[in-house]
């Protein structure tokens, strides 16, 4: 559900004039708002409900982006009804349609780049840039199952029958669930809807309520590309109200969701056996720094992977574990580097640090900055939220460093999603390792050392899912498999590249004899 202070409105009149809306001093909320209706089969409607719930700015908490759909199961009902009618012919559909799809889509969203990447910024807070770079990677990702969901199939078997042939088919599943998170809120619907369309699947996909239009504006290039009524649908509102039918109800054969690993865990207990789940989840990920690192290069990733989108990566560096013979030399140039990163709202020039992507993530970063003082780690940088000028009007903190940090305090193990990073000091590899592993994630790790046979020996060593040597934890190619181990993935299928492509199908062993 939002965390920001998102105004569930009772009806679809949503111009904010109301006078109890006052918030933040003596300031009213005064815009007009547009509504944004659900997408279910090949159609714009409201909420059964008639209500709406209000998307708004973090970086200034006066813009309302729009008002919403607040959904229920009865919205839900309808689109996963919708997308099980579409669903037989969608599957016979030849692949080169639903290629054609999806390629037109990805121009539809590369001929609106630089809009969306406006809005994106409005409602999530990201740096316009990486807003941009964002939707560009998703139309992206569109194109690359279009071409390769074309030559995604089964194998054969040699057999000792001269007059038989043995393989197997690649089918799709039905009706898939699409459930994602705010922190990448295109590219993540895209490398899960494009896979599950191109193999023939239909779609029921819920964004998070932090993030509704950049989805909507997905759903609408597919729209516009001319996708089928019924093939994808779109229903937005509180996981509270729409998350439980999305999981359980019969027709759903599949599930796949990113987002925290206490949701994750909900989703995969709820679910029956016979629907296929793949959880993206949460992550501690480490960096260790040996003794002959490239000093500058190591807090040059930290600052990178601990603290571009304001720490809100899955993947984003949140433990730096680091020989105590270079720890002093690392910090300083830590310090120096994050000073000169600018924060404030994404569509200034320069700026490094976002605000949070909402209120309740913005409490959560400060209440694990105090846990982290009470616990005795030392904050020797920032961790303070900003509340001068422009700052007051949105959810701005500045980026914490914590050293003396020892790993069994809750700011070294548990998930904080956001800019702080823990500095760990060790004396040897073997230490550095012992603590890395000893969290229940297992996302994204990296090791920055010029040592060769180290380097290929903590890719053995770690438990994570992505392992990285000299580059930051944060980042991963579209063409190659994404996921992690431990709590921050369930075991069972990766995203990305033609891995993607596998928890959309089934497999039949066919023989035929002649
Ligand atoms: P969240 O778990 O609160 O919500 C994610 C989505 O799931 C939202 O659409 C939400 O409405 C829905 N949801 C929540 N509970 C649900 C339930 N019980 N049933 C059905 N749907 C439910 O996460 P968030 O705050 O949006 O995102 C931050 C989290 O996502 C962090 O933990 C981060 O690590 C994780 N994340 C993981 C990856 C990855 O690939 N591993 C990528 C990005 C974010």
């Not at 089964?154 to 038989?164: Q, S």
Request: net charge neutral.
């Amino acid at each position: 559900m939002s965390g920001k202070r998102s105004a569930w409105n009772g009806n679809q009149q949503t111009s904010l004039t109301d006078p109890s809306k006052k918030e933040k001093g003596d300031r009213v909320l005064t815009t007009k708002v547009e509504t944004f209706n659900n997408y279910i089969n090949g159609e714009w409607r409201e909420a059964v409900s008639k209500k709406t719930f209000s998307d708004i700015n973090p970086a200034n908490t006066e813009d309302i982006i729009g008002a919403f759909q607040a959904s229920n199961e009865q919205d839900i009902k309808l689109a996963i009804e919708a997308a099980n009618k579409a669903f037989p012919e969608w599957a016979r559909t030849a692949p080169s349609k639903r290629a054609a799809i999806l390629n037109k889509a990805a121009d539809i969203l590369e001929q609106n780049a630089d809009k969306y990447a406006s809005e994106l910024t409005r409602e999530e807070g990201k740096h316009v840039t990486d807003a941009k770079n964002e939707v560009l990677r998703s139309a992206q990702t569109l194109r690359f199952y279009a071409i390769e969901g074309q030559s995604y199939s089964g194998e054969t078997f040699p057999n000792d029958d001269p007059n038989m042939k043995v393989s197997t088919e690649r089918e799709p599943l039905g009706v898939v669930s699409v459930i994602t998170p705010w922190n990448f809120p295109i590219s993540i619907p895209s490398r899960k809807i494009a896979p599950a369309l191109i193999m023939g699947n239909t779609v029921v996909f819920k964004p998070s309520s932090d993030t509704p239009l950049i989805a909507i504006r997905l759903v609408e290039a597919l729209h516009q590309a001319g996708i089928p009524k019924g093939v994808i649908n779109l229903v937005t509102g509180k996981a509270s109200d729409v998350g439980d039918l999305l999981v359980t109800h019969p027709a759903i054969k599949a599930v796949t969701f990113t987002g925290s690993t206490s949701a994750g865990e909900d989703i995969h207990k709820k679910s029956s056996f016979t629907t296929r789940t793949q959880m993206e989840l949460g992550g501690k990920n480490p960096m260790i720094v040996m003794d002959d690192a490239d000093i500058d290069l190591a807090a040059t990733l930290t600052v990178n992977g601990g603290f571009s989108l304001s720490g809100q990566a899955c993947t984003g560096t949140s433990r730096v574990i680091v020989l105590e013979k270079v720890k002093e030399a690392f910090l300083e140039k830590l310090i120096a580097k994050t000073r000169a990163l600018k924060i404030g709202n994404g569509f200034e020039e320069g700026v490094k640090i976002g605000p949070l992507a909402n209120e309740r993530q913005m409490k959560n970063v400060l209440n694990y900055i105090g846990i982290g003082e009470s616990e005795g780690a030392d904050l020797v940088y920032g961790g303070r939220r900003l509340t001068e000028g422009d700052y007051s009007l949105g959810y701005f903190i500045q980026p914490a460093i914590f050293t003396n940090v020892h790993p069994t305090m809750r700011i070294a193990k548990e998930e904080i999603f956001g800019p702080v990073i823990a500095i760990i000091g060790v004396n040897s590899y073997e230490e550095a390792i012992e603590i890395a592993n000893d969290v229940e994630y297992g996302l994204s790790a990296s090791i920055v050392t010029n040592n060769l046979k180290l380097a290929h020996q903590f890719t053995k060593d770690i438990q994570a899912g992505t392992v990285k040597v000299n580059r930051t934890t944060t980042g991963n190619l579209m063409n190659a498999p994404f996921g992690g181990l431990k709590k921050s993935s369930t075991s069972t299928f990766r995203e990305s590249g033609r891995a993607g492509l596998e928890f959309f199908t089934q497999v039949k062993t066919v023989y035929v004899g002649y």
